[in-house]
């Protein structure tokens, strides 16, 4: 019986295989951006901001913050990978279809602290 297929499973075959850059090649090195999208309640270390059922109370950052980014990014020619916590890919999707819309690869990370994945 096959396993059916649930979203955010990992399918090889569906991943590129990897581009291995040697270290010491001539010419200029890869350079590689990753950017994490997360409000500041996300990451302030602070049990009391670390429950998920008293992010929706918190004053959003994430905005103004985020799409400030996005327009450095586009000034300077730059393209990241930017990694979007769950909630907020959720919560915001628009920040997301933005950031694709500027050229950069989104990609989703887990919902920390047991928050609903719905």
């Keep these: 019986m096959a396993?059916?297929?649930l979203?955010?499973?990992y399918n090889p075959n569906l991943v590129p295989?990897?581009?291995i850059t040697l270290l010491r090649t001539p010419g200029r090195a890869p350079r590689?951006?990753?950017?994490?999208?997360?409000?500041w309640?996300?990451?302030c270390g602070e049990d009391y901001y670390s429950?998920?059922?008293r992010w929706e109370g918190f004053p959003s950052r994430i905005e103004k913050t985020f799409l400030h980014l996005l327009d450095l990014l586009e000034e300077g020619g730059?393209?990241?990978t930017i990694f979007f916590l769950g909630w907020v890919a959720r919560k915001r999707p628009h920040l997301v279809g933005e950031a694709v819309r500027r050229g950069t690869r989104p990609r989703y990370t887990a919902t920390?602290?047991?928050a609903p994945t719905t």
């Design 17 to 19: 295989p990897p581009r």
């Design 112 to 114: 920390s602290t047991g």
């Design 32 to 39: 590689v951006l990753t950017i994490d999208a997360e409000d």
């Design 41 to 43: 309640f996300h990451v």
């Design 51 to 53: 429950d998920w059922r």
């Design 7 to 9: 979203r955010g499973d």
């Design 78 to 80: 730059h393209r990241a």
């Design 3 to 5: 396993k059916t297929q």
